[in-house]
Nanobody, 116 residues
Framework: QVQLVESGGGLVQAGGSLRLSCTVS????????MDWFRQAPGKEREFVAT????????NYANSVKGRFTISRDNAKNTVYLQMNSLKPEDTAVYYC?????????WGQGTQVTVSS
C-alpha cells in the first residue's frame, strides 16, 4: 500500500515563504513522477508543478513559475515544494500526487493560507 503524507502547510503573510514536503512509503519512490496540485475553495483542483524521477526537466503552472520550486530527494522518498513570494491567491489545499505507468496515488493534502 502506497502512502503519501504532506506536511509544511500553514498561515503566512503575503510575500512570505513556505516549504511543503511529501513523503512516500510503500513502494520504490524512485520510479514515480511526482506532482503537486492545489485546490482553492469553490474551485477545481489544478496542477502546480511536476518532477520526474531523475529530478530534471521540471515544469510549472504559469501562475507559480518563478516563485515555486519543486525538488526531490530519492534517498528520503520525499518531494518538496518551495513556495516564495506567496500571494493570497495561492491559498489552497496542496496535494502531492505520485504516478507511474497505470498506478497513481494522492496525499491527504495540507492547507496553505496566505493573508494579505
Amino acid at each position: 500500500q502506497v502512502q503519501l503524507v504532506e506536511s509544511g502547510g500553514g498561515l503566512v503573510q503575503a510575500g512570505g515563504s513556505l516549504r511543503l514536503s511529501c513523503t512516500v512509503s510503500g513502494r520504490t519512490f524512485n520510479n514515480y513522477i511526482m506532482d503537486w496540485f492545489r485546490q482553492a475553495p469553490g474551485k477545481e483542483r489544478e496542477f502546480v508543478a511536476t518532477i520526474p524521477w531523475t529530478g530534471s526537466s521540471t515544469n510549472y503552472a504559469n501562475s507559480v513559475k518563478g516563485r515555486f520550486t519543486i525538488s526531490r530527494d530519492n534517498a528520503k522518498n520525499t518531494v518538496y515544494l518551495q513556495m516564495n513570494s506567496l500571494k493570497p491567491e495561492d491559498t489552497a489545499v496542496y496535494y502531492c500526487y505520485a504516478r507511474f505507468r497505470d498506478s497513481n496515488y494522492w496525499g491527504q493534502g495540507t492547507q496553505v493560507t496566505v493573508s494579505s
